[in-house]
């Protein structure tokens, strides 16, 4: 079985991490995000893995450079241009020779979908594509999925008003296609999966949709990219787990860590205190300083208190400097 993950995005939300790092490349708990994807797909029977690159596809080739990632060989498309959603996934399937039932997967979805029961579902429907569907508190915010009893989709309703929605369900990042789904794809345009395929196959039918109550979190979001890291230390996940303090990081004797996240090379000097934070690999945290509900690549001077904020590779905190609510270096 092969898969198609969707990695060539601009990971505009989590700048300024993004401006050093594309976002699947972004540790969650001590690993990069795609290689625990690519580990879940492996779980459910994925051999191959294609890789639908655009913007900056040198990290990924530096990470995996012998092509593989486990047990899981990967091919490497890379887009001449943007080609959005849909148009990704026919440039990278037809780069691999993609000829068969292919799964798709955005790489910036953290679940515990088991891969081959849906596999399994959309063989069961005879279906073009199968969707993984999961249920949300405030459907409303979100793209709701009209599922039938038989499990067809009939419709798909953005951001219906509150209390009109036909169910909880929405679209979960995951899916199963058939070849021919990518003919309904013209080839070398901008063409969105989400706006301008699936319609055309829910007109025809062919469109079918699995909802399970799997741990499912979109990591592309700050504080869901946080929370994806944090989940990894209070026995959330399934088969995922992390250490909180990877064990190249220099963690003073005396620096209090609560819940949190302490990557690889970072350094936490004496009287330091981390709560509910993550420091990516190689930030720096000054003695006295206090980190709550962040996000760390750069350095926090001594003494300094920053809270809800995103601090970059090239960010710096000066000494007793406080900062809340913010990005440093700023983002458009």
Avoid at 63 to 76: I, K, N
Avoid at 254 to 275: E, F, Q
Wanted: charged letters at 20%; a negative charge; hydrophobic letters at 45%.
């Amino acid at each position: 079985m092969r898969a198609v993950v969707l990695v060539g995005g601009f990971g505009t939300r989590l700048r300024p991490l993004t401006l050093t790092t594309p976002k699947p490349m972004l540790p969650v708990g001590h690993e990069p995000m795609i290689a625990r994807l690519v580990g879940r797909l492996a779980r459910g029977g994925v051999t191959e893995v294609v890789l639908a690159l655009g913007f900056r596809p040198e990290p990924f080739m530096e990470a995996f450079p012998d092509g593989r990632c486990g047990d899981v060989g990967l091919t490497y498309a890379v887009e001449p241009e943007p080609l959005d959603t849909a148009g990704a996934i026919r440039f990278a399937a037809e780069t691999a020779g993609i000829d068969d039932t292919f799964v798709v997967a955005n790489g910036d979805v953290m679940t515990d979908l088991d891969v081959a029961t849906l596999v399994d579902a959309h063989h069961r429907f005879g279906a073009r594509a199968t969707l993984h569907l999961i249920g949300v508190d405030d459907p409303s915010a979100f793209g709701v999925v009209d599922l039938a009893d038989n499990g067809q989709v009939r419709a798909f309703v953005e951001k219906p008003a509150p209390g009109t929605e036909p169910s909880n369900l929405i679209n979960a990042g995951t899916y199963v296609f058939e070849p021919d789904v990518l003919d309904l794809i013209p080839p070398g345009e901008r063409v969105s999966v989400e706006r301008d395929t699936f319609p055309l196959l829910v007109a025809a039918g062919g469109v079918y949709g699995l909802a399970t109550d799997d741990y499912w979190i979109d990591a592309g979001r700050p504080d869901l990219y946080r929370a994806a890291n944090l989940d990894l230390l209070d026995g959330l996940r399934r088969n995922e787990h992390a250490d909180p303090v990877a064990a190249s990081a220099a963690v003073a004797a005396d620096a209090t860590i609560r819940n949190s996240i302490v990557g690889d090379h970072v350094v936490v000097a004496p009287g330091a205190t981390v709560v509910d934070s993550v420091l990516l690999p190689h930030a720096s945290v000054g003695g006295s300083a206090v980190v709550e509900r962040s996000l760390v690549m750069g350095r926090i001077g001594v003494g300094s208190h920053v809270s809800d904020s995103m601090i970059g590779a090239a960010g710096a905190v000066a000494d007793g400097e406080v900062v809340r609510d913010t990005s440093i270096p700023p983002t458009p």
